[in-house]
């Protein structure tokens, strides 16, 4: 089955501590990205990929690094955490950077930072 | 700076009838806009797109209008089901040169 599967799905952590989530796809596509999702500010992408060893920041970048060292995977790391980034985390796939293919999004992840 | 506007931020519908949720976009570069939908506890999938070449597009029971002098899109839920309740996503962008920049969500509520 296609899919984008992310890793874990729920996530406790107190702040500072080093975490990844994991991100991986089955779908050979080239185009990865990271969002964060909160309540009344719908989807903000974090960082994308437009293929291996290429990254680059969207729109809420601070406190997050990712790598894309091969082409199925794209895990968020957060080096630092903090409580302003407990949140909803949606890892999303697409075959190319071309937007009108559609992106395949996972079942997301839910971080809470205390 | 919020490049696309989604309105209202939640909805009640009848079941039967009629949804519409509505969006702005501020780029008139942007040439692609998909609506995805995005059940609890799943991420968003995508239900419906359409290019400003048309100035509608239907999909079953789900349409979208498409209005470019006003730098407006809707989507229109016909005869609405409990089994539409989701929160749904606008999404503009331009084909191969841009991410896809979403709107901030409708909670669509379709009650019996």
């Known amino acids: 089955e296609a899919q984008v599967t992310q890793n874990p799905r729920y996530l406790i952590t107190v702040t500072g501590k080093k975490l990844t989530v994991t991100c991986s796809q089955n779908?050979?596509?080239?185009?990865m990205s990271w969002y964060r999702q909160d309540p009344g500010l719908g989807l903000r992408q974090i960082y994308y990929?437009?293929?291996?060893?290429?990254?680059d920041k969207g729109d809420v970048p601070e406190g997050y690094k990712v790598s894309r060292k091969e082409k199925r995977n794209f895990p968020l790391i957060l080096e630092s955490p903090s409580p302003n980034q407990t949140s909803l985390y949606f890892c999303?796939?697409?075959?190319?950077?071309?937007?009108?293919?559609?992106?395949?999004f996972g079942s997301g992840t839910r971080l809470t930072v205390v | 700076q919020q490049q696309v506007k989604q309105s209202p931020q939640s909805l009640i519908v009848q079941k039967g009838g009629i949804s519409i949720i509505n969006c702005a976009y501020e780029?008139?570069?942007?040439?692609?806009f998909p609506w995805y939908q995005q059940f609890p506890g799943k991420g968003p999938a995508l239900l419906i797109a359409?290019?400003?070449?048309?100035s509608e597009k239907k999909e079953g029971r789900f349409t979208i209008s498409f209005n470019k002098s006003a730098k407006q899109f809707s989507l229109h839920i016909m005869d609405s089901q409990p089994g539409d309740s989701a929160t749904y996503f606008c999404?503009?962008?331009?084909?191969?040169?841009?991410?896809?920049?979403f709107g901030k969500g409708t909670r669509l509520s379709v009650i019996a």
């Open positions: 990929s437009m293929n291996v060893e290429v990254t």
């Open positions: 999404a503009a962008s331009l084909s191969g040169n841009t991410p896809l920049v």
């Open positions: 359409i290019r400003p070449d048309v």
């Open positions: 779908m050979n596509h080239e185009y």
């Open positions: 780029n008139t570069a942007f040439d692609y």
């Open positions: 999303a796939s697409s075959k190319n950077f071309d937007s009108g293919y559609g992106y395949t």
